[in-house]
């Protein structure tokens, strides 16, 4: 593929900074590729690994000559990173993040950004429990969308070379809102981690039902939502915390629902058990059409055990 | 692997019978094999799958000569199916169960059985979101817990063959007293089957997030439960009616957890989050150790996608 950027700054390399340092590599997206990350021993790790050109924890340096600048970081950390770059940044540089939260990160770094950069926001749909720069991948992306939330005004030339840089990793891609993208990952994603959490964290309470026993018998469902919940505790209270409101909203109407279909459990109410478990399925297709998950039974576990 | 029983009956042929008759057909486990259910339908395509030797509407008639009857249907049918069947069992045979719930499926057909017939009331841990005959697999129990509840005074000789059957299909067995059972299952099985049908029905109903945005950014997340949320209908609507009590109690205690967890949302408290996020960690780890799930990232998806 041609080269898009001369120089492309990354800030952060867990599994998404690191996954795309691997997509530029392989692709040939950049000229060259400035990693930075505040822990000494994850920027050794990133040049073990060979994923960039130079290495520097200091995010400053990092972007000094950079034409695209990618904050990769827990969103709680995205002012702190935005104070310490802005300095730096070159005149027309295009600065954007990965983060789960919009409405917070824009908050906190725009304004930092000094006129004459673009800061387009955004955020790419994808990831696994793991973290850190071992766990990234090529073609992590593929097949996933990346939400952009530009501000007004944003120059359209710089938002086509961010869209057409996400485009080259396999993405497609969405604008979006910050406070509506806000909403949607309320309900796609922060509320299925909490709830993951939760529910695993009420399992290891419970004096009735020993560990082993939650541990032996978790193919029964269970074991499901311990992925979510393995998933990297400081981006997550991160997110937590930087999307308060929406994420109450959506557990509010959760709870709701969930007394509701309590009540139905207590008193055998059958008909309504059976019109939300019929309900439910048809999004399960929805999804497998979309080619946003495998068809195959259970993820593709006894598959993957056959081969 | 030898013979172990003459003739064993299958009353249901949906997931888990189709698998128990291919395993059966696979390994040798009968000198003949007879399948019986209600529908027209379904026993045709089983014929058509050439899952047995022979077929039947009637469950009286398929139990006659058998020496191993596996009842497999929804658990609120179980009775009527012990009814049935009562009058047609021959003397020392063995039935045996394969349902989520134990006191129900106990209360239900233990008044049926006659003296000399081994009732043993079973459970193994294992399925899909998959139903009927089409989505049976070898392979299904290899590695998975089958555990069995029997009654006060039940003959070991007919306890250990029961085993031994099970162990053929690859399962591990335990023994558990009914009561534990459904403690057990209501929070490794039945709470999340429960809690992934809510939470996809919340998502559904949201008037501020499209049904469309669901599904394209499912990735990050959501996509996980709605394979649970996938699953039968009639299946799990009985095991709400019929595990009332201890679902009820999981559900108390998994709301009490959520109410703390969002207070700490409320008012900013990352160190509870943070804390929380860390312990539910090591469960997943605990349960890969154990064999009981895949430690590649997301399920093994992208390694899928790859081959």
């Avoid at 920027?43 to 924890?57: F, I, P």
């Avoid at 950079?66 to 300095?87: C, F, K, N, Q, W």
């Avoid at 973290?131 to 007004?152: M, V």
């Avoid at 964290?201 to 311990?226: H, M, N, P, Q, W």
Wanted: glycine share 8%; net charge negative; aromatic share 6%.
């Amino acid at each position: 593929m041609a080269k898009q950027f001369e120089t492309i700054a990354l800030i952060g390399i867990g599994l998404i900074g690191s996954s795309i340092a691997r997509e530029i590599k392989d692709k040939g997206l950049a000229g060259s590729v400035v990693i930075s990350t505040r822990s000494d021993a994850t920027l050794k790790r990133a040049q073990e690994l060979n994923l960039g050109d130079r290495y520097t924890t200091s995010a400053a340096e990092a972007v000094k000559d950079a034409d695209l600048v990618i904050v990769s970081v827990p969103v709680g950390a995205s002012g702190t990173v935005a104070a310490e770059i802005a300095a730096n940044l070159k005149p027309g540089a295009i600065v954007t993040d990965v983060g789960s939260t919009k409405g917070s990160v824009i908050a906190q770094m725009a304004p930092h950004i000094p006129q004459g950069v673009h800061f387009i926001p955004g955020h790419p749909i994808a990831g696994t429990e793991y973290s850190g720069p071992d766990a990234g991948f090529i073609g992590l992306f593929k097949g996933r969308w990346c939400i952009l939330t530009p501000l007004p005004d944003t120059d359209e030339t710089a938002k086509a070379k961010l869209r057409a840089f996400w485009e080259a990793l396999g993405s497609m891609v969405d604008d979006m809102d910050p406070e509506h993208h806000d909403k949607v990952l309320a309900i796609v994603s922060h509320l299925p981690h909490i709830i993951a959490y939760n529910i695993v964290g009420t399992a290891d309470d419970l004096e009735a039902v020993t560990e082993s026993e939650v541990i032996k018998y978790s193919a029964s469902g269970f074991r499901d939502f311990t992925r979510l919940a393995a998933s990297d505790p400081t981006m997550w209270r991160d997110v937590c915390l930087h999307n308060k409101d929406a994420i109450l909203e959506m557990l509010a109407r959760f709870s709701e629902d969930l007394a509701y279909l309590q009540r139905a459990i207590r008193w055998g109410d059958g008909d309504k058990l059976f019109d939300l478990f019929t309900r439910t399925r048809a999004i399960r297709r929805s999804i497998v059409q979309a080619g946003q998950d495998t068809d195959m039974a259970d993820f593709g576990r006894h598959a993957m055990d056959q081969k």
